[in-house]
Structure formats: structure tokens, C-alpha cells
């Protein structure tokens, strides 16, 4: 068994360029559920705590999850790990080390094996970097998420610009590959604001940047803020104009959109990501993950219980906090390989469609598709959205299997 922190010490020399392909990639995703304060525009599984969170009990209950996944996916080759949240960045790196430790015990470690960390930009979680690249983390991705502190304000972060800029000198001085996030199309945000923005960001980031306009989801403080007209975000056109400044700023500066929201430069795509929109297969433990692998034959969707505290109770009573789980049909496997594939400028195999729906796509329809510009064949085999179809995806993939 090589453990994590060998294979991740080796990792000073560059990570393998996308080495990952649907078939063979096998991620394991952790989700750490807890944050210091709710961002007013977020809706993932994150929770507030106001007493210290027991890490070794929780630690435990990771690795009791991850055998008993260990026993549903066999033997396997982990090509990938994502440590997300929530804020990973408050676990203690001995908790980050016990959950790689746990990994590299139930399966086995690709020597090039990609280890990604979110973490928040505060002075003391950037403390906290030297430990978890010890522990094994190759590549950390910060929520920055803006380069002007009345808009770190507006978007409730706790960190300023000055203090994500030190967190962003340290991790490329530790770790061998930094990304961090931006949100844009916040409210007031000119054109002209969000190029210097952008260019500032390139500077800083090098290699990868994750990119996402600001939405409104239902359940958010911003989203009762909007509803009540206290809250004005940029209209359909100043936010497709603001995408389109995305695009054309990053392509100019050798950062290119990969996928819908993520950009890179050639080579430094995130692996672990990339098995999502590959159709990779992937295991989720923790408070709210989804997990995707192969089971008797089929593809298996599992979903764990998202209250952290149940959770908990729930791993130590039955072994695991699965609360629901399906089979997927042929035709779902199909749909979903559409919807997230097309999320890729590389586009997705006609012929990996084939094999797993059992027939292909009705051509009347991929024509009528072409001609209206939403879509693309190239080599004959390759689909892809244009830059017109990959703002309708959803509609794209039901018209397509309808
Ligand atoms: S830090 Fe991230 S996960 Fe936590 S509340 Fe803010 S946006 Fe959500």
C-alpha cells in the first residue's frame, strides 16, 4: 500500500495532463459540512456551529462510511480526491491525514493521483496549508471569490482582498497547483470592472480559474433580498455580456474556458472534476454526498443523509449514511453522460453514448440541432455544445432524447 503523503510528496513534478478518460477514472469525493458563517448567496450543504466540532468523532465516521463503500466498489484504482464543503480548510490537517490515510487503506492510489483541497482565504486557514500538504493535498482551490473588498462584503465573505492575496502567495509557494474561485455579474459590476478584475486574477492564479456568475437560488438571504427589491443583480444582457468578457479575456490571456465555468491553462485542468464531466465513476462520503459507481452491472446513484449531526448517528448505528440510492436505467445513464459532457468544449463521444444507452442519438434531430447553431460534430464522432447551446443545456439534452 503506498500511502498518500508518498504519493503526493513525488508530486513536485508536474501532475499528468488529463490522464483521466470516463472510463477508467475513479474519484472519491469528501464533503466537510461546516463553516465559520453562511455566505448570504449559497445553498450547498454548509453549516454553522457554534461550539467546536468534535474532527476525531467525525474523522471516524468517514472512515466507517468509507469501508462500507470499500465493500460495495471492490478493488479499485483512486485516480482523484476532492476534500469540498462546506470548508474543508477548518478541518486540522492530522483530520485531513486520517481521512487520506483511510483512503489509500480501502483502495488503491494512482502514483499520479490528483488531491484537491477547498479552502477559505483567512490568515488562519492559510496557517493551516503547511499540514495538509503534508498530509498529502497536491492542489488547493481558494474561494476568493472577489478582488474588491466592498464586493467581499456584499457577498458576506469574512476574508479581504489583502488576506486572500497572502493565502494565494502561500499556496503557490506550497502546493504544486492553485486555482481559486471568482464570482461574477454582482450587483453594479461594469464591463470595465470585471476585465481589470479578470486580468488581475490571471496574474495571480496562473494556471486554473473557476469562474461562476452570481444566481439566485430560492432559500438564500440574497434570494429573500431580490424578492423583496433590496437586491438588483445585473439584467439577462449585462450578465451574457459579462460572460462573454469571461470568455474573451481569459482565451486572450491563455486561460481558456474547459468547461462551462472553469478555465485553464493546457494541461492544468482539475482531474477530480473532469470525472464528473466524463462520466468517471465516484464514491461520496460525508454529509450530503452523491456518489456514482458501478454495481452489479449497473450505474449506482447514492446520496447520504446531509444533517451532519444525523449523519454521524447514522454511520455509527448502520456503517453508513446512505439515505437514498437507485439504479440507473440505460436511458438515464444516457442523459446524464449528455447533460454533463456537453458542459466540456472537448464535447462527448458519440460512440460511448452508444454503448451505454444501446443506440444512438436520432439524427433528424442532432441535424435540426446543427442547423439552429446550438450544437457541433466534429471528426464525425465528437459532439459539442457551441457557445449559443452551452447557456441551454437542459433543453438541448431533452431534445436530443426525446
Ligand atoms: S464558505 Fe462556501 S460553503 Fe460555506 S457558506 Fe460560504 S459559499 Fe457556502
Redesign the pocket.
Known amino acids: 500500500m503506498q500511502s498518500l503523503s508518498a504519493a503526493a510528496s513525488e508530486t513536485a513534478r508536474p501532475l499528468p495532463i488529463l490522464q483521466t478518460d470516463g472510463d477508467h477514472a475513479f474519484g472519491i469525493y469528501l464533503h466537510w459540512p ?6 448570504p ?6 453549516h ?1 456551529r457554534h461550539q467546536p466540532v468534535d474532527q476525531p468523532r467525525f474523522a471516524q465516521s468517514f472512515l466507517r462510511e468509507m469501508a462500507t463503500l470499500r465493500e460495495r466498489t471492490g478493488p479499485r484504482t483512486v485516480t482523484s480526491i476532492f476534500l469540498g ?3 474543508p480548510s477548518l478541518m486540522q490537517p492530522q483530520t485531513v491525514g486520517a481521512l487520506l490515510d483511510g483512503i489509500a487503506k480501502y483502495w488503491s492510489v494512482a502514483d499520479d493521483i490528483e488531491v484537491s483541497l ?1 479552502a ?1 482565504p483567512t490568515s488562519v486557514e492559510a496557517d493551516r496549508f503547511r499540514g495538509y500538504r503534508a498530509a498529502g493535498v497536491n492542489r488547493v482551490s481558494l ?1 476568493v ?1 472577489a478582488l474588491n473588498d466592498r464586493d467581499l462584503k456584499r457577498l ?3 476574508h479581504s482582498v489583502a488576506e486572500a492575496k497572502v493565502a494565494i502567495g502561500l499556496a503557490r509557494e506550497i502546493f504544486p497547483r492553485l486555482s481559486f474561485d471568482l464570482i461574477y455579474a454582482r450587483p453594479d459590476q461594469s464591463i470595465a470592472d470585471w476585465n481589470a478584475e479578470l486580468r488581475e486574477a490571471v496574474a495571480l492564479a496562473a494556471d486554473h480559474l473557476s469562474l461562476y456568475q452570481l444566481t439566485i437560488e430560492e432559500g438564500t438571504q440574497f434570494y429573500n433580498l431580490w424578492k423583496a427589491g433590496k437586491l438588483t443583480t445585473p439584467d439577462p444582457d449585462h450578465a451574457a455580456a459579462l460572460y462573454e468578457e469571461t470568455q474573451r479575456v481569459t482565451s486572450e490571456l491563455g486561460l481558456p474556458a474547459y468547461e462551462i465555468s472553469n478555465h485553464a491553462v493546457k494541461g492544468r485542468e482539475s482531474q477530480h472534476n473532469l470525472v464528473y464531466w466524463r462520466y468517471g465513476e465516484y464514491v461520496g462520503i460525508g454529509p450530503g454526498a452523491h456518489g456514482r459507481f458501478r454495481e452489479n452491472g449497473a450505474r449506482t446513484v447514492t446520496m447520504t443523509e446531509k444533517h451532519p449531526e444525523t449523519w454521524v448517528d447514522k454511520v455509527e448505528s448502520s456503517g453508513h449514511g446512505i439515505i437514498e440510492e437507485e439504479y440507473l436505467t440505460p436511458e438515464q445513464e444516457g442523459d446524464e453522460f449528455l447533460m454533463m459532457g456537453l458542459r466540456l468544449k472537448e464535447g462527448v463521444d458519440l460512440n460511448r453514448y452508444q454503448k451505454l444507452t444501446g443506440h444512438g442519438l436520432k439524427p433528424e434531430r442532432l441535424a435540426s440541432l446543427q442547423e439552429q447553431n446550438f450544437l457541433q460534430v466534429l471528426d464525425g464522432n465528437f459532439l459539442r455544445a457551441t457557445p449559443d447551446g452551452a447557456l441551454l443545456l437542459n433543453t438541448l439534452v431533452a431534445e436530443l432524447t426525446a
Open positions: 461546516f463553516c465559520m458563517a453562511k455566505c448567496y449559497c445553498d450547498f450543504n454548509s454553522v464543503g462546506g470548508t477547498e477559505n474561494g471569490q458576506g465573505r469574512l
